[in-house]
T-cell receptor, first 115, second 113 residues
Framework: AQSVTQLDSQVPVFEEAPVELRCNYS??????LFWYVQYPNQGLQLLLK??????LVKGINGFEAEFNKSQTSFHLRKPSVHISDTAEYFC?????????????FGTGTRLLVSP | EAQVTQNPRYLITVTGKKLTVTCSQN?????MSWYRQDPGLGLRQIYY???????DKGDVPEGYKVSRKEKRNFPLILESPSPNQTSLYFC????????????FGQGTRLTVV
């Protein structure tokens, strides 16, 4: 079984400051890793994903994440946030050996960007 | 436009009154699933379907039913809703392989009183 831990339920930050949202996972098999974003009153949309290859993954809206296998982490970063980045961010994993999608989500981190 | 459409967006109902939340996708995806989102718990999978007439339980299936008679539609049925099913529900679809992107509907906020 897989589990995902997002250590921070809420992260307040000022506009143009850098931000890091933390994600750790546990799995007995290899997994694919995802970050999804949920803007207010909307469904989730994919920010970025790691399947294989370079451990630094770039996504939409200037976000990037780094896969660290030894620490079982997949932290999300942005060097300079905007007010419009205010949203809830979900880290998710899917085992890579099942052949089909089985997303397991973390509890989410609410990013609050203020002027 | 590629999308997953859920209806209704908001629903208030009484305990025991059967309801159906519809979900439709226009991307010809094989895989569809239902999640519920609760504060502090994230998203948990209720049911999923790998293709027409193929459905299976997710992590929290109790109190729910689904059907997949057509590829594009995957309704969620609550035969006898209870207050603990008050939640935000999301339908999602994808091509189904482990590394593919899931596309989500806008959500249905259900309140059972």
């Amino acid at each position: 079984a897989q589990s995902v831990t997002q250590l921070d339920s809420q992260v307040p930050v000022f506009e143009e400051a850098p931000v890091e949202l933390r994600c750790n996972y546990s799995s007995s098999v290899s997994v694919y890793l995802f970050w999804y974003v949920q803007y207010p009153n909307q469904g989730l949309q994919l920010l970025l994903k790691y399947l294989s290859g370079s451990t630094l993954v770039k996504g939409i809206n200037g976000f990037e994440a780094e896969f660290n296998k030894s620490q079982t982490s997949f932290h999300l970063r942005k060097p300079s946030v905007h007010i419009s980045d205010t949203a809830e961010y979900f880290c998710a994993v899917s085992p890579s050996n099942t052949g089909f999608q089985k997303l397991v989500f973390g509890t989410g981190t609410r990013l609050l960007v203020s002027p | 436009e590629a999308q997953v459409t859920q209806n209704p967006r908001y629903l208030i109902t009484v305990t025991g009154k059967k309801l159906t939340v519809t979900c439709s996708q226009n991307m010809n995806h094989e895989y569809m699933s239902w999640y519920r989102q609760d504060p502090g718990l994230g998203l948990r999978q209720i049911y999923y379907s790998m293709n027409v007439e193929v459905t299976d339980k997710g992590d929290v299936p109790e109190g729910y039913k689904v059907s997949r008679k057509e590829k594009r539609n995957f309704p969620l049925i609550l035969e006898s809703p209870s207050p603990n099913q008050t939640s935000l529900y999301f339908c999602a679809s994808s091509f189904g392989t482990a590394g593919t992107e899931a596309f989500f509907g806008q959500g249905t906020r259900l309140t059972v009183v």
